[in-house]
T-cell receptor
Framework: EAGVAQSPRYKIIEKRQSVAFWCNPI?????LYWYQQILGQGPKLLIQ????????DSQLPKDRFSAERLKGVDSTLKIQPAKLEDSAVYLC??????????FGPGTRLTVL | DQQVKQNSPSLSVQEGRISILNCDYT??????FLWYKKYPAEGPTFLIS?????DKNEDGRFTVFLNKSAKHLSLHIVPSQPGDSAVYFC???????????FGAGTTVTVRA
């Protein structure tokens, strides 16, 4: 079974630029999550999708972050414009059953 | 506010000895607890979990203990092996929304 795929793996941008991350979940997983992991901290949930609907986006900074999951499969997370404090690893996870999340390798974002 | 705390950022242990990782939580609504393991440049992978109706769960070399009254759980790895060197995250969720809250992680180094 293929795991959660994410791209790119690494991205370096200047502040105020835009960036987008892509996630392809495990086939058949209805729930998809985006997490932000800042160095030295645990992953923090940004947004959760159930199929193509948003379940929870309470911790998503909506003035600069946006996410979509068209057709209930792939998802993209966008930051526009980026700030220095957005430097982090962005993890995508998917699940079929509750309490069983499978994580992708993450995208390491550096904002200069 | 951090609802799950791992107060030891690092742990060094000799190969063959026991590793004990600790985790404390503040939210009394949490009733499911998980440990994830993370290697560099990879996403977290599920290791072991425990429901609040139990106080111990064992899987091979890994045992998780839960003390609900103290809001404390621990992960024991016996015996520790070099491949266990990784970052370990404690996570918790409640049946209200199954949203995972993560601790900051403990980096385990197993010395030969």
């Amino acid at each position: 079974e293929a795991g959660v795929a994410q791209s790119p793996r690494y991205k370096i941008i200047e502040k105020r630029q835009s960036v987008a991350f892509w996630c392809n979940p495990i086939s058949g997983h209805a729930t998809l999550y985006w997490y932000q992991q800042i160095l030295g901290q645990g992953p923090k949930l940004l947004i959760q999708f159930q199929n193509n609907g948003v379940v929870d986006d309470s911790q998503l900074p909506k003035d600069r972050f946006s996410a979509e999951r068209l057709k209930g499969v792939d998802s993209t997370l966008k930051i526009q414009p980026a700030k220095l404090e957005d430097s982090a690893v962005y993890l995508c996870a998917s699940s079929f059953a509750v309490n069983e999340q499978f994580f992708g390798p993450g995208t390491r974002l550096t904002v200069l | 506010d951090q609802q799950v705390k791992q107060n030891s950022p690092s742990l060094s242990v000799q190969e063959g000895r026991i590793s004990i990782l600790n985790c404390d939580y503040t939210n009394s609504m949490f009733d499911y607890f998980l440990w994830y393991k993370k290697y560099p440049a990879e996403g977290p992978t599920f290791l072991i979990s425990i429901s609040s109706i139990k106080d111990k769960n064992e899987d091979g070399r890994f045992t998780v203990f839960l003390n609900k009254s103290a809001k404390h759980l621990s992960l024991h790895i016996v015996p520790s092996q070099p491949g266990d060197s990784a970052v370990y995250f404690c996570a918790a969720s409640g049946t209200a929304d199954y949203k995972l809250s993560f601790g900051a992680g403990t980096t385990v180094t197993v010395r030969a």
